[in-house]
């Protein structure tokens, strides 16, 4: 090696620290620093002179008292039918989003365009994350993270009309890929809001179980209900599948709903893998436990029900799927 | 150690070697083979979950079910980002600390305690993701709580990164008494390279200890509740930290490897030394551009971490994009081996892997990895980049098309250098880096053009048919069959570069080859320019380097006027 040569793999030698820099490379220091003051500047002017800049209060909240706060909301708003599909249309310009594995609570609601709304922004259980964009043009698009225990509120307003698609870009689990919401960007004649209107849910038809089998509860729609139970109650012995096929694969229990004479001894026989039944709610007085562990085809558990009234029930991995039941005692 | 290197050592266990004139002494030689060997194994098991991966997101093939996909993604992350990395960077070290200095590795038992802690911590971690049940779920990368990962992944995860540390004392060790012994002298600049490194690595992995052990306290229910926000603040220590550690190993590995291959010389120590000196105070804040869209901390919080230290950094980064093509440019002019504007450049070894693959590791880094890092820091652009492929396109434009392409030119002279194997494959061995490269360029180039511009997310399986909804992301898949083609031309590239380092190791000749860039006989003839380094021309990297402020400009700008487009959001 030359003697004077400047190996990185030598100590240097003599003044190094006063050795003179190349022009050039002293040039593209001077760039360098002026372009990082440029970058930081950018950023700092487009909070004042942007309109798009995601910041707002956040708030610390149990994911309990989230939820509470999104019913409240959702009880408070009123319903638009808009192309055979309702809509939620929110009591002011407050819009609550919540989010859970692996559903949109709180969605799909119309928004009038131009208008400012305060997106509440939370979730009922683990990460999730809220991915927006218009149905017509997926290049506007934008992501905010969701964090159990916070409530992030972020004003937004739309001048452009249409579907706005709601995908969960935060791993949240198995049914992650089926978490899916939208809402609606629309002009629109005056709706009746406010919380007394609630009591609306009163004339809901029967057979509804209060939206159970609707993605508007826990987890996505059930494929399998058509609208009404399987009428069993002239029977003392009846059985469900548990895993049984339906448009989405084996994860369905058939029938999804089923309605029994008090003392009737359900049969929950397993048809496919990796499936529970969880118990959602059911009559007071009624203690059914469900099956929490996860089992296998060939399994079976009997169950007689006794107590009158709605049993709603759920396979825990596959509630993506809309996997749900209900048992009615009759 | 292997019994496949054909070096042999004196009585005092050192050996010089012909190429560097370094002294190397086999306590230190035999970790570099054990903790090289291993990475590239990692590389080899890492690569088929990539194809596996790829294969599933291109749904044309659709190869895995949603379930497998988030399991088989999860464990591509941990041999490739963990296993391939890690211990590659500990192999640098010590290559950087002992060899470079001529000495001993100091307290070198250390040094296997480490690795026997990162290998079990390693294989507990990827052993659970393979056989998780639920209710647990796949961790990724991020294991973010409250999702339920397996208990024994945090374990695993946490051991791993304490095996890092354990490993990393060597090398501090052996600078210590280095400086003990020679108290004025300064270190070279490739050790102090590596010395930067090993302190930003302890801080980042401090913070990794201090992240997932209290997850894996919450997971076997020692502790009831833990803040979601705070484990992700404390996670991105490591994160991303991990990620300035592969940025600040790839760089000094961009020093040595220009100076071993190309003779490169250092165009100024007061510069470069600079650089490295803001990336240590500037760096790991950087990591916060992980939470530009959180809600769980505040705007001027996010403001104030992506500007002075983010920028700080940035501006380390560029120095860096001069100064080793700089000092390539004045060293090989220096030595006769160019002129014009470019002629040190095209008179340059690009037959040799080991240097067209740190070549392209600089100008596919920089480009590709680089810019867009820059862009998604930026706390409003993050809206647009956040968890949507982009982010992946962005990583595997820094951590594979620029770290990994590095890591694969080193490779090429661990087996001359460390080994003494000369490398088979002939033109094959040539071709690997550009095939890797271009690929992967090509595959992080499509990955972020899916993300920015459809919003495609990350992490989804199929993104084609999301259940219950007629809406999905069809228009993007042009985009996903190019992206797929280049997945596996790089998978053969990298399959290409196990075969050949593999087939070396077995049945390589001795390598005995002298200086690559015979500097002596090119004087002897008087056709080297004898004026200091700092007074060569710099003009063929300044043009260069402008190119790249021009490109940084423009992505810069259309970044923005792609946010524009979208409605109001804020106050």
């Given at each position: ?13 003599g003044?190094?620290?006063n ?12 760039i ?11 950023m ?11 910041t707002g209060?956040?708030?610390?909240i149990?994911?309990?008292r989230?939820q ?11 319903t ?19 989010s ?36 017509g043009n997926?290049?506007k698009?934008?992501?905010l ?15 452009e ?15 992650h ?7 609606l960007v629309?002009?629109?004649?005056h709706?009746?809001t406010?919380?007394?209107q ?6 809901q ?32 012995e009846?059985?469900?599948?548990v895993?049984?096929?339906t448009?989405?694969?084996p ?13 009737t ?10 499936h ?5 709610s059911?009559?007071d ?15 079976s ?6 107590e ?23 | 150690?292997?019994g ?6 004196d009585?005092?266990g ?30 080899a ?11 599933t ?6 190869l ?5 996909f988030?399991r ?20 640098i070290?010590?290559?950087g600390?002992?060899?470079?200095l ?12 480490g690795y ?7 294989l ?6 393979a ?14 709580v409250p ?29 210590w ?18 010395f ?8 980042a ?6 992240a997932l ?10 502790i009831e ?8 603040q ?14 600040l ?5 961009w ?13 100024s120590e ?9 990336y240590?105070?500037?760096i790991?804040m ?7 869209s959180d ?14 230290a ?10 860096h ?8 440019e ?19 070894p ?10 392209l590791?600089i ?14 820091g930026?706390m ?21 098309t ?26 094959l ?26 919003g495609v ?8 048919d999301?259940?219950?909804t ?9 985009f996903?069959?190019?992206f797929a ?22 049945a ?5 080859g002298?200086?690559?860039?015979d ?12 004026d ?12 260069l ?9 423009v992505l ?16």
């Open positions: 090696m030359a003697d004077d040569e400047h190996s990185p793999l030598e100590s240097p030698e003044d190094w620290w050795q003179t820099v190349n022009r050039r490379e002293s040039i593209w220091l001077g360098s620093g002026a372009w990082a003051v440029t970058l930081f500047s950018w700092l002017g487009w909070t004042q002179f942007g309109d798009q800049n995601q209060q956040t708030y610390k149990s994911t309990e989230f509470e706060k999104v019913q409240a909301y959702k009880d408070a708003a009123g638009l039918e808009v192309g055979g599909e309702e809509y939620l249309v929110p009591d002011g310009n407050d819009v609550f989003v919540g859970r594995q692996w559903a949109w609570d709180g969605l799909p609601v119309v928004l009038k365009p131009g208008e400012t709304y305060k997106f509440h922004l939370g979730s009922y259980d683990v990460q999730h994350g809220f991915g927006v964009r218009p149905e997926l290049s698009q934008i992501s993270q969701i964090i159990p225990g916070y409530e992030w509120v972020v004003e937004m307003s739309f001048d009309t249409g579907t706005y698609h709601v995908v969960c870009n935060e791993f949240c689990g198995v049914g890929r089926t978490m899916h919401g939208t809402f629309q002009d629109h004649d709706v009746e406010g919380a007394d609630s009591s609306d849910d009163a004339d038809p029967t057979g509804d179980y209060g939206g159970w089998f609707t993605g508007d509860a826990r987890g996505a729609e059930t494929p399998n209900y058509d609208g009404s139970a399987t009428d069993a109650t002239d029977q003392s009846v059985t469900v599948d895993g049984s096929d448009e989405n694969g994860y369905g229990y058939g029938p999804a709903a089923l309605e029994v004479s008090p003392g001894t359900v049969h929950f026989e397993w048809a496919s893998d990796g529970n039944v969880l118990v959602e059911q009559p007085g009624a203690d059914w436990q469900g099956v929490e562990s996860l089992e296998s085809e060939g399994y558990e009997s169950v007689t029900f006794e009158a009234g709605v049993y709603k029930y759920y396979c825990e991995p596959h509630l993506g799927m809309g996997m749900k039941g209900v048992v009615e005692v009759v | 150690m292997f496949l290197s054909t070096y042999e050592y009585d005092d050192f050996r010089t070697c012909g190429v560097t004139d370094l002294r190397i002494h086999k306590s230190a030689e035999d970790l570099v083979k054990l903790f090289g060997v291993t990475a590239i194994v990692s590389l098991i890492g690569g088929v979950f990539a194809l596996l991966v790829a294969m997101r291109w749904e044309v093939v659709g895995l079910d949603p379930g497998q988030y088989f993604t999860s464990l591509h992350a941990w041999f490739m980002i963990l296993f391939w990395m890690v211990f590659m960077e500990i192999a070290l010590y290559v600390g002992p060899f470079v001529g000495r001993k590795l100091s307290l070198h038992k250390l040094g296997w305690a026997g802690i990162m290998a079990f911590g390693g507990l971690a990827v052993y659970s993701i056989t998780y049940e639920l209710p647990n779920q796949a961790p990724f990368y991020t294991s973010y999702l339920p990962s397996p208990a024994p992944y945090f374990a695993g995860a946490v051991l791993f990164l304490v095996g890092a540390v354990v490993a990393a004392v060597p090398f501090f060790a052996t600078i008494r280095e400086k003990r012994e020679n108290p004025s002298k300064t270190l070279p600049l490739i050790t102090f390279g590596a930067i490194t090993a302190v930003i690595a302890l801080e992995l401090a913070g990794g200890i201090t052990t209290p997850a894996f306290l919450w997971r076997i229910g020692f509740h833990l803040d979601a926000a705070w484990y992700r404390m996670f991105w220590t490591i994160g991303h930290g991990s990620q300035q550690i592969n940025l190993a790839m760089i000094t590995v020093y040595f490897m220009t100076h071993v291959v190309g003779g490169a010389e250092v165009a007061k510069v470069s030394r600079f650089a490295f000196v803001l240590l105070f500037f790991n950087g990591a916060a551009h992980h939470l530009m809600p769980g901390v505040s705007a001027a919080w996010r403001m104030w971490n992506t500007s002075y983010a920028y700080g950094a940035v501006i380390a980064s560029m120095i994009a001069f100064a080793i093509p700089a000092g390539l004045a060293g090989r002019r220096r030595k006769g081996e160019g002129g014009g504007l470019f002629g040190w450049l095209w008179s340059a690009w037959k040799d892997p080991g240097f067209s693959a740190t070549i590791s100008i596919l880094f920089g480009f590709l990895g680089g810019i867009t890092g820059v862009m998604m930026q409003q652009l993050n809206m647009n980049w956040h968890n949507t492929l982009a982010v992946t396109g962005h990583f595997h434009a820094t951590v594979v620029g770290t990994t392409l590095a890591f694969m030119g080193l490779s090429y002279y661990v087996l001359r250098l460390v080994f003494g194997r000369n490398w088979l494959g002939g033109t061995a040539s071709v690997q880096p550009f095939l890797y490269g271009g690929a992967m360029g090509l595959v992080s180039l499509m990955l972020m053009y899916l993300g920015l511009l459809f997310p990350r992490r989804h399986p199929t993104v084609m999301i259940p219950g007629s809406f999905d992301f069809s228009a993007a898949e042009p996903f069959a190019v083609v280049a997945a596996v031309l790089a998978i053969v590239g990298g399959a290409l570069f196990v075969l050949i380092v593999v087939g070396s190791l077995v390589g000749s001795p390598f005995s002298g200086p690559v860039v500097d002596d006989a090119v004087a002897a003839d008087g056709a080297g320019d004898a200091p380094v700092h007074d060569q021309s710099m003009r063929g990297t300044f043009t380097t402008l190119v790249f402020f021009g490109a940084f400009v810069y700008a259309l970044n923005w006027f792609l946010l524009s487009q979208v409605w109001h959001i804020g106050p």
